[in-house]
């Protein structure tokens, strides 16, 4: 499978897993030269290029965009265009216009969309789903995601302060498909609305809490940002409150943070008792090897998408999702800056709607 990879830090990380999961990286893209020069050397032959055009005229099998968090559209239409198969990291589209541009394109494609969303594919939140799928907790009535860095607020400074940088342009609500996705994954639902609110006024840009109405009725809660407390699980801690019972991240240090805690209420359980347990998933084994557990979400997904382009599986995470959990924060950025008032997310379900999708 030929591979090209656009943005080389972030995704000279993910080529590194493309490479060692048996992926052809043949072509690669950064504007900065430092790391086109690193990417040389763990890349080798490669072509190596400034410009992400110049890989429109490769021969690829398949593109991993990693560029700047806000600029994946338009290259995603681009190689759809072209037929090749995208995997895109961060955001799908910054806006509902970007968003609906981008769905047309890949669902006349011959080729496909997938979303580079390893959140999705955590081992805490794959225990989470089986519990889910598994009827265990009866129908989802509420779920909390975090994604969480517990850094100094001099670190804060150092990545969010230069505006000319696109961790200093976004919205503060825009990054939330870490925690938007896996809440999708897990309920089987769309956003319906949103409203945001800032977690500490005094610092506006540090943190944000999302309150989001999803389609089955449910309520998902995210936070995200910069708050201390960082949970050990890459960042990550859910929380899933059925008619039945509870199943959540364990708040704890290390290899425990990967692991889920189930909750059943007595009257549930035929002999009357509330009944606790600690779920820990298997490990994933690549080549003979214990993969590290916070990069099992990368590698699965990377098989994933290798399945996709040689196989014909269909996408993990395809467009319509992607795009939905994207313009959450869209949505959210609307509400911060009219008050915290709910603000309706567009729906790109694809359901009928007077004869034709949405």
């Excluded at 999708?184 to 319906?192: C, E, K, M, S, Y």
């Excluded at 606790?276 to 916070?294: D, F, H, K, N």
């Excluded at 911060?336 to 567009?346: E, I, K, N």
């Amino acid at each position: 499978m030929r591979t090209g990879v656009i943005g080389l830090r972030m995704g000279l990380h993910l080529a590194t897993w493309c490479q060692e999961l048996g992926m052809d990286v043949v072509a690669a893209c950064d504007h900065d030269p430092e790391r086109r020069a690193a990417a040389g050397e763990r890349l080798p032959g490669a072509a190596l290029t400034e410009r992400w055009q110049d890989l429109l005229e490769q021969r690829l099998d398949g593109v991993v965009l990693a560029n700047d968090f806000d600029a994946h559209a338009p290259l995603a239409a681009a190689f759809l265009e072209r037929g090749v198969h995208v995997l895109s990291e961060s955001a799908a589209c910054t806006d509902a216009t970007e968003g609906r541009r981008l769905i047309a394109v890949a669902e006349r494609s011959s080729a496909t969309y997938s979303f580079a969303e390893n959140y999705v594919l955590h081992p805490h939140v794959r225990t989470l789903r089986k519990a889910v799928d598994g009827g265990e907790l009866g129908r989802i009535s509420m779920i909390e995601a975090d994604y969480l860095h517990g850094m100094s607020p001099e670190a804060v400074t150092a990545l969010t302060g230069d505006p000319t940088h696109w961790r200093g342009r976004i919205a503060p609500t825009a990054y939330c498909t870490h925690t938007v996705s896996p809440v999708l994954a897990l309920t089987d639902a769309w956003p319906v609305e949103v409203t945001a609110f800032r977690a500490d006024e005094a610092d506006p840009r540090a943190a944000v809490v999302m309150v989001v109405r999803l389609s089955t009725g449910a309520l998902a809660v995210t936070r995200h940002g910069f708050l201390q407390g960082e949970p050990d699980s890459h960042w990550s801690w859910l929380s899933v409150r059925g008619t039945r019972a509870l199943a959540e991240s364990v708040r704890g240090q290390g290899e425990r943070s990967w692991s889920v805690r189930v909750r059943a209420e007595g009257w549930t359980r035929p002999e009357g008792r509330t009944h606790e347990e600690e779920r820990t998933p298997p490990a994933l084994s690549l080549a003979g090897r214990t993969v590290e557990r916070a990069a099992e979400g990368t590698v699965l997904l990377l098989q994933g998408f290798r399945a996709t382009v040689e196989q014909g599986a269909p996408p993990l995470i395809p467009v319509r999702p992607a795009v939905a959990a994207s313009l959450v924060g869209v949505a959210g950025a609307e509400s911060l800056r009219d008050g915290s008032r709910p603000v309706r997310v567009p729906d790109v379900s694809g359901a009928v709607e007077g004869g034709r999708p949405t």
